[in-house]
C-alpha cells in the first residue's frame, strides 16, 4: 500500500482539490490509499475530512491520530471501510486496541526500539487484535535497511516479529527513495505526506517489475 | 522481551578489483549489501557514465542533458568527470578508438570501461597499457574472444544465462586474469524480478564461499531508457533510471552503467548513504 496524506486542517475545497489530485496519480497504480492526518488534534473537523474523503475516494484508507476517541468517532461513519489506523504506542495503546478490535481495523503500533514495539504488538494480539501493521519509526534509508532486514528475520524466529511493516515518510525525491528502500526489502505499507506524479509514476512501475 | 540477534557472517569475501591506475577499488564484499547488520564494508557501488563517438539512435531528452558537450565524445567524457560518476563508458564504433581511448583516460584519469566490436577491443586491449580497463562485452562470444587478448585489463562475462561460473573458468582458461560479470541489462519491466534474483543469488553464493562465484558484479541500467519515446521527460526517465540503479545496487551490483548524469548523481548520493559515508 502507498498512502498519500489529506491534513484535516485543510479547509474543504482545498481537500476536494488535493483528493482529484491524488486520484490523478492514482490512475497508475500508486497511491492506492489516502491516510487522513489528524493535525487539528480535534475530533472535530477530523470526522468531517474523514467522512468527506470517504465520499469520494474508493480505495483503500488510513487514519492518523494519537487520539484514539478521534479515530472511533471518525470510523462510526465509515465504518465498512476497514482503515489502517496509524497513532498506537506505549502511551495509547489500550485506547487504540479496543477502537481496533471493535471496528475489526488493521492497527499499526509504533515504537523506536523493537524491543518496545514487539511488547505493543504482544499487548494488542492479547486485547484481541488480529491484524497489525509494525512502525519501527525509521527515519533515513539506512535505518529503513538495517531495521527492515531485521525484523524479516527476526520473522522467522518469533512471532510478534511476522506483520507487514509500515513506513512513515514525508515528501519528495527524499520520501520517494525510502519507499523504493522499503518495497524492495518487503512488501511495505508506505505512508508519504506528498509525492508528485513522477515519483508516483515510478513507485508502481517498480512495484509492477518486482512482483 | 530480549531479541535474539539476527547477524550472520560468511566465510568469503567477493573479490577486489583495481582499476584505471590503481587507485580505483571495485569489490571487496564481505556481506549482502551495505547490510551493516552483517558487518558491511563501509564502500559504495562506482557509478559509471556512458559516452558514445557517434549519436545515431541516442535518446534526444539525454542528449539535452550534456549542453551540447556529447557531440565529442571527449568532451562528453570530461563532462561525466566534472559531474562527479567514478568513471566513463566508451561505446565507441569509430576507427581511432584506441588513440582516442588513450586520450581520454590521460585527460579524464578516471576509470574507463569500453565497449565496441571484437577487433578493435583487441586492438584497445593491446595496446593500452598504463591504465588497467574494464572491456565490456556484448555477449558470451566477445568475452570469451576477449579473455585471449586480455593483457591485464578486466574482462566483462557477459551471461545473460546460463552458469556464470563455467564462462568465468572458460574465460580464465584462456588467459583473462581479471573478470566482472555482468548477469543482464536492467529494464524497469517484467525482466527485473528475473535479474534481481540472478544478482542476489550470485552474491550470495560467492559470501558463502562457491568456487567462481566471487567476481564483482557489473549491471547496466542506461537500457531503461529503451522504454521511453522521445517525449518522455528527462526527469521521468532519470527517476526510472535511477530507481532501477538503487534496486540493483541493492540486490549486489558492484558497479552500474548509466545514461543520464540525473540518475548517476541520485545512484551515487543512496551508495553513499545506504553505505555510511
Partial sequence: ?211 | MRLPRTSKSYPAEIEELRVGRGDYVIGGARSPPFLDLDGARHRRPVIFGEAFDSLEGYHGSAAEMFSGRQTEVEEWAVMWKELGADGVCLRLTGDDSTELVKRIAARTGIPIMVSSDTDDLIKIAESVDDTVLIIACRDKEQSLELASHSNNHIIVARCDAGDPAELCREMSSRGAKNVMVDLGSGRLDGSLKDLRSRIESYRMDGLNGRADYNHTILCDVSTSWEAHGEEVSARRASMHEATLALTVMMAGADIVIVKGPGAADMARVYGEELADL
Fill in chain 1, 1 to 211: 500500500m502507498i498512502a498519500l496524506t489529506v491534513s484535516d486542517m485543510m479547509e474543504a475545497d482545498d481537500i476536494c482539490l488535493r483528493i482529484s489530485d491524488i486520484v490523478d496519480k492514482s490512475r497508475t497504480g500508486a497511491p492506492d490509499a489516502i491516510a487522513v492526518r489528524n493535525d487539528s488534534f480535534s475530533e472535530e473537523p477530523f470526522c468531517s475530512v474523514v467522512q468527506l474523503v470517504s465520499r469520494i475516494w474508493t480505495g483503500d484508507m488510513v487514519l492518523e491520530s494519537n487520539h484514539p476517541d478521534n479515530i472511533s468517532k471518525a470510523l462510526v461513519h465509515i465504518m465498512d471501510r476497514k482503515p489502517v489506523l496509524i497513532g498506537a504506542d506505549a502511551n495509547n495503546l489500550d485506547g487504540f486496541a479496543m477502537t481496533a478490535k471493535l471496528f475489526n481495523c488493521p492497527l499499526c503500533v509504533s515504537s523506536e526500539g523493537l524491543e518496545e514495539l514487539f511488547e505493543l504488538v504482544r499487548r494488542a494480539r492479547e486485547s484481541g487484535v488480529e491484524s497489525i501493521v509494525l512502525d519501527p519509526m525509521m527515519r533515513n534509508m539506512k535505518q529503513c535497511l538495517e531495521t527492515c532486514t531485521d525484523i524479516k528475520r527476526l520473522s522467522e524466529i518469533i512471532p510478534e516479529a511476522g506483520y507487514p511493516i509500515a513506513v512513515r515518510t514525508w515528501s519528495g525525491e527524499y520520501a520517494m527513495t525510502m519507499a523504493t528502500v522499503s518495497l524492495l526489502i518487503d512488501d511495505a505499507v508506505v505512508v508519504a505526506d506528498d509525492l508528485d506524479a513522477d515519483s508516483c509514476e515510478t513507485l508502481s512501475v517498480l512495484m509492477r517489475s518486482i512482483r
